[in-house]
């Protein structure tokens, strides 16, 4: 089993920045891969961000060039930086923890508004 707990969601203006968090407890170093996802009022869960356990990464299209994904093994932390924000990244950002065989692990989600 794997625990996800995120933090770092809040209000913030167009053009600000966030920080989110996601620390992991539990049976950790089966993970493979790790990601945000994120879902806005009415729309489906959409993939955001992910990082693999050797630190390849993946972002959706939307937000190349403003999200950084990245992790630090030694705090079994995933951090995703939020720049440039738009009101079309308002969601809930969850963490997501993949093992193998499919096991699949989801945090209950961080808030993150963003006025214009």
């Known amino acids: 089993q794997v625990q996800l707990v995120e933090s770092g969601g809040g209000l913030v203006q167009a053009g600000g920045s966030l920080r989110l968090s996601c620390a992991a407890s539990?049976?950790?170093?089966?993970?493979?891969?790790m990601g945000w996802y994120r879902q806005a009022p009415g729309n489906e869960r959409e993939l955001v961000a992910t990082?693999?356990?050797?630190?390849?990464?993946n972002y959706a299209d939307s937000v190349k060039g403003r999200f950084t994904i990245s992790r630090d093994n030694a705090k079994n932390t995933v951090y995703l930086q939020l720049n440039s924000l738009k009101p079309e990244d308002t969601g809930v950002y969850y963490c997501?923890?993949?093992?193998?065989?499919?096991?699949?692990?989801w945090g209950k989600g961080t808030l993150v508004t963003v006025s214009s």
């Open positions: 990082i693999t356990s050797g630190s390849k990464t």
């Open positions: 997501n923890a993949v093992q193998p065989f499919g096991m699949d692990y």
């Open positions: 539990g049976i950790i170093f089966r993970i493979t891969a």
